[in-house]
C-alpha cells in the first residue's frame, strides 16, 4: 500500500470518527444554551465542508508556490495576530482574546500562524541547507519571528496555542538538521519559559497544583476528575455510543478539549485504543513520506507537520488522562473546532500531496484502480495532465492529416538506441564495458524452428511412431512427414545419411549406417 493510500485512510477515517464524536458529546450541552441538539455539529460539519475543499486544492499546489506564497502568509499572520489583540476586532471567548468574528463565520489567527511558520522556515531553512552549521544561519530570521508571534500569542492569553506553536518551531529545527548541542539549549530555554509562564498567573498556577495533588484542589481539578471518572466508566467496551453521563453538564468542554473522555467512556478502552492507532499510523505514514521524498522543502515539512499533529494530539490525550498539566491543546481532528480542524485538513493536503510524488503512488495512479481511485477523488498522478495533452495533440494531428511529432512522454534518444541496439556501459575508467555474455535463454532463443521441433519429437514419442496420425497428415514407415522439407533424422536427432542408389541396388545400407541409422551395424547384428 503506497503512501497516498495510507493518507487517505487515515484522513477519512479521522475526519468520520470526529464528526461522530461530536456530535455525541455536544448534543446535550447545544440543546440547552440553543434548542437544538445539532447546531455544533452543524457548525462542524460546516467547516469540515470548507475544509474539504481545501484538502482537495492543496494536493494540486505545486511546491514552488508553496515556498513563494510562505513569506506572505506569515506576514499576513502576524498582521492578524496584532489585529485580534484589538477591541472590538477580535472576541473575548473564555477570558482569550483569541477569535475574530465576521458577521456568522469566526477564525482563529493561531491556527494558521501555526501553518504559515511552518512553511515559512521550512522555505528558509531549505534555502540554506549548506550553511546550517553557523547558529546566525540557522537561527536567523526564523528565531526573532517565532518569537514574536509567540508573545503576540500569549497577549491574547493563550498557554496552550503557544506550546503548539513551539512544537513546529521545534520540530522544524529538527529536522533541518540543527546541531544536538543547539537543540538542547533551546529546549532548556523553551521548559523553562513554559515554567515561567505557568506561574506567572494565578489560574494556570492552579491549574500545574491540581495536576500535582487532583484531590488536595478538588474546585481546581474539578474538570479532571470527571474525565477521570468517565474514563473509569467506559471500561472496555463502553457504554454504548450517545450514552455518556459525563456531557451531561458534569465534564465542562466535552466536545472540545475533553472529547477524549467522552470517546473512552462511550466506546470503552477498545475505541480509545482504536484511536491511538490511527494516531500511530499517521506519524508512520508521515515520516515515510518525508523519507521517501528527495526535496529538503518536503521532507522538512512533511515531517514537521506529522510530529506537530501527532504531538499535539499526544498531548491533549495526557491531560485528559491526567499525565500532564491542562492546557487547553484540542484533539486535530476530532475535538470541535472550526479553524482547527480547517488547518488541520490543509496539514493532511500536503501530506497528500508530497504522497502523490513517490514513484509508488504514480505508478499506482497509472494502473485501472488507481485510475478509478482518481476519478472517484479527484486525484491525478504527476504529469497527467502533460501526457493527455501530448496525446490529445497527436489525435488531432492525425485528425488534420498532418503527422505530429509524438514528443510527450517520449525518451528523444529511445528511437536511436531502437535502431542501433543495446549501447555498451563505461567502465570503471570511462571505457567502453564489453556486453555480458549471452545467457542460456537467448542462446536457445536463436535455435531454428527444425531443432525445436527435433527435439519434441525425441521428448515425445508419439510424434515418431510408424503409422501415427496425432500429428495430421501421411507418414511413412520410419514415422516421417513425406511432406517436411526438413531432412530425415535419425532418433538421437542427428540428420541421416544420404540415399546411395549403388548401395540399395547391391542390397546394402545407405552409407553411414543401416536402415535404422545404426553406424558400423548390420541388420541382424
Given at each position: 500500500m503506497?503512501?497516498?493510500h495510507l493518507?487517505?485512510?487515515?484522513?477519512a477515517l479521522?475526519?468520520?470518527?470526529?464528526?461522530?464524536?461530536?456530535?455525541?458529546?455536544?448534543?446535550?450541552a447545544?440543546?440547552?444554551?440553543?434548542?437544538s441538539s445539532?447546531?455544533?455539529f452543524?457548525?462542524?460539519?460546516s467547516y469540515a465542508a470548507?475544509g474539504?475543499?481545501?484538502?482537495?486544492a492543496?494536493?494540486?499546489?505545486?511546491?514552488?508556490l508553496?515556498?513563494?506564497?510562505s513569506t506572505?502568509a506569515?506576514?499576513i499572520?502576524?498582521a492578524?495576530l496584532?489585529?485580534?489583540?484589538?477591541?472590538?476586532?477580535?472576541?473575548?471567548?473564555n477570558?482569550s482574546r483569541?477569535?475574530?468574528?465576521?458577521?456568522?463565520?469566526?477564525?482563529?489567527p493561531?491556527?494558521?500562524?501555526?501553518?504559515?511558520?511552518?512553511?515559512w522556515?521550512?522555505?528558509?531553512?531549505a534555502?540554506?541547507?549548506?550553511?546550517?552549521?553557523s547558529?546566525k544561519a540557522l537561527?536567523i530570521?526564523?528565531l526573532p519571528?517565532?518569537?514574536?508571534m509567540?508573545?503576540l500569542?500569549?497577549l491574547?492569553?493563550?498557554l496552550?496555542?503557544t506550546?503548539a506553536?513551539?512544537?513546529v518551531?521545534?520540530?522544524?529545527?529538527f529536522?533541518?538538521?540543527?546541531?544536538?548541542?543547539?537543540f538542547?539549549?533551546?529546549g532548556v530555554?523553551?521548559?523553562?519559559?513554559?515554567?515561567?509562564?505557568a506561574?506567572?498567573?494565578?489560574?494556570?498556577l492552579?491549574?500545574?497544583?491540581s495536576?500535582i495533588?487532583p484531590e488536595?484542589h478538588?474546585?481546581?481539578?474539578?474538570?479532571?476528575l470527571?474525565s477521570?471518572y468517565?474514563?473509569?466508566?467506559?471500561?472496555?467496551?463502553?457504554?454504548?455510543?450517545?450514552?455518556?453521563r459525563?456531557k451531561?453538564?458534569?465534564?465542562?468542554?466535552?466536545d472540545?478539549?475533553?472529547?477524549f473522555?467522552i470517546?473512552?467512556?462511550e466506546?470503552?478502552?477498545?475505541?480509545?485504543?482504536?484511536l491511538?492507532?490511527?494516531f500511530?499510523?499517521?506519524a508512520?505514514t508521515?515520516l515515510?513520506?518525508?523519507?521517501r521524498n528527495?526535496d529538503?522543502?518536503v521532507?522538512?515539512?512533511?515531517?514537521?507537520g506529522t510530529v506537530?499533529l501527532?504531538g499535539?494530539?499526544?498531548?491533549?490525550?495526557g491531560?485528559?488522562?491526567?499525565?500532564l498539566p491542562?492546557t487547553?491543546?484540542?484533539?486535530?481532528m476530532?475535538?470541535?473546532?472550526?479553524t482547527?480542524?480547517l488547518i488541520?485538513?490543509v496539514?493532511?493536503g500536503?501530506?497528500?500531496?508530497?504522497?502523490r510524488?513517490?514513484?509508488?503512488?504514480a505508478a499506482?495512479l497509472?494502473t485501472?484502480?488507481?485510475?478509478?481511485?482518481?476519478q472517484?477523488l479527484?486525484i491525478?498522478?504527476?504529469?497527467?495532465?502533460?501526457?493527455?495533452?501530448?496525446?490529445r495533440?497527436?489525435?488531432?494531428?492525425?485528425?488534420a492529416g498532418?503527422a505530429?511529432?509524438?514528443?510527450?512522454?517520449?525518451?528523444?534518444?529511445?528511437k536511436?538506441?531502437r535502431?542501433t541496439?543495446?549501447q555498451p556501459t563505461p567502465?570503471?575508467?570511462?571505457?567502453?564495458?564489453l556486453p555480458?555474455?549471452?545467457s542460456?535463454r537467448?542462446a536457445?532463443?536463436r535455435?531454428?524452428?527444425a531443432d525445436l521441433?527435433r527435439?519434441?519429437?525425441?521428448?515425445d514419442?508419439?510424434?515418431?511412431?510408424?503409422?501415427?496420425r496425432?500429428?495430421?497428415?501421411?507418414?511413412d514407415?520410419?514415422g516421417?512427414?513425406?511432406?517436411?522439407?526438413?531432412?530425415?533424422?535419425?532418433?538421437?536427432?542427428?540428420?541421416?545419411?544420404?540415399?546411395?542408389?549403388?548401395?540399395?541396388?547391391?542390397g546394402?545400407?545407405?552409407?553411414?549406417?543401416d536402415?535404422?541409422g545404426?553406424?558400423?551395424?548390420?541388420?541382424?547384428?
Open positions: 503506497t503512501s497516498l493518507v487517505l485512510a487515515i484522513f479521522m475526519l468520520g470518527f470526529g464528526l461522530l464524536m461530536v456530535l455525541s458529546s455536544s448534543s446535550v447545544a440543546f440547552r444554551t440553543g434548542g445539532f447546531s455544533v452543524a457548525n462542524q460539519a470548507v474539504l475543499v481545501c484538502f482537495w492543496t494536493q494540486y499546489l505545486p511546491v514552488r508553496m515556498r513563494s506564497l506572505i506569515v506576514i499572520s502576524l492578524l496584532v489585529a485580534v489583540l484589538v477591541p472590538g476586532v477580535g472576541a473575548l471567548v477570558g483569541s477569535w475574530i468574528r465576521i458577521g456568522g463565520f469566526q477564525f482563529q493561531s491556527e494558521i500562524a501555526k501553518l504559515a511558520l511552518l512553511l522556515m521550512a522555505n528558509v531553512l534555502a540554506r541547507r549548506h550553511t546550517l552549521g547558529p537561527l530570521p526564523v519571528v517565532f518569537a514574536l509567540a508573545a500569542i500569549m491574547q492569553p493563550d496552550g496555542t506550546v506553536l513551539t512544537i518551531f521545534m520540530a522544524v529545527l529536522f533541518a538538521g540543527a546541531p544536538w548541542w543547539m538542547a539549549s533551546l530555554t523553551g521548559l523553562a519559559a513554559f515554567f515561567y509562564l506561574i506567572s498567573a494565578d489560574y494556570r492552579a491549574r500545574l497544583l495536576f495533588s488536595a478538588p474546585d481546581t481539578s474539578y474538570q479532571l470527571q477521570l468517565g474514563l473509569g466508566n467506559g471500561g472496555w467496551f463502553g457504554v454504548g455510543l450517545g450514552q455518556s459525563a451531561w453538564s458534569y465534564l465542562p468542554n466535552a472540545s478539549d475533553f472529547i473522555a470517546i473512552g467512556e466506546l470503552g478502552l477498545i475505541g480509545a485504543g482504536i491511538l492507532l490511527l500511530a499510523l499517521l508512520y508521515g515515510r513520506i518525508a523519507r528527495v529538503p522543502f521532507k522538512i515539512v512533511a515531517s514537521a506537530w501527532v499535539q494530539a499526544a498531548i491533549n490525550i491531560y485528559v488522562v491526567g499525565l491542562v487547553g491543546i484540542p484533539l486535530p476530532i475535538s470541535a473546532g472550526g482547527s480542524l488541520t485538513m496539514v493532511f500536503l501530506l497528500a500531496n508530497f504522497a510524488r513517490e514513484p509508488q503512488a499506482a497509472q485501472g484502480g488507481g485510475n478509478r481511485l482518481a472517484f479527484g491525478k498522478p504527476p504529469g497527467h495532465d502533460r501526457g493527455h495533452a501530448g496525446r495533440s497527436r489525435d488531432t494531428a492525425a485528425i498532418t505530429a511529432p509524438a514528443t510527450a512522454g517520449v525518451d528523444p534518444g529511445a536511436a538506441r535502431a541496439g543495446p567502465g570503471r575508467r570511462g571505457r567502453a564495458a555480458p555474455p549471452p542460456h537467448w536457445s532463443g535455435r531454428s524452428a521441433d527435439r519434441a519429437d525425441q521428448r514419442p508419439r510424434r515418431t511412431g510408424p503409422g501415427d496425432l500429428r495430421g497428415g501421411p507418414r514407415s520410419s516421417a512427414d513425406p511432406r517436411d522439407p526438413r531432412p530425415p533424422a535419425d532418433r538421437r536427432g542427428r540428420p541421416a545419411p544420404a540415399f546411395d542408389p549403388r548401395a540399395a541396388s547391391r546394402g545400407a545407405p552409407r553411414g549406417g536402415a535404422r545404426r553406424s558400423g551395424r548390420r541388420d541382424g547384428a
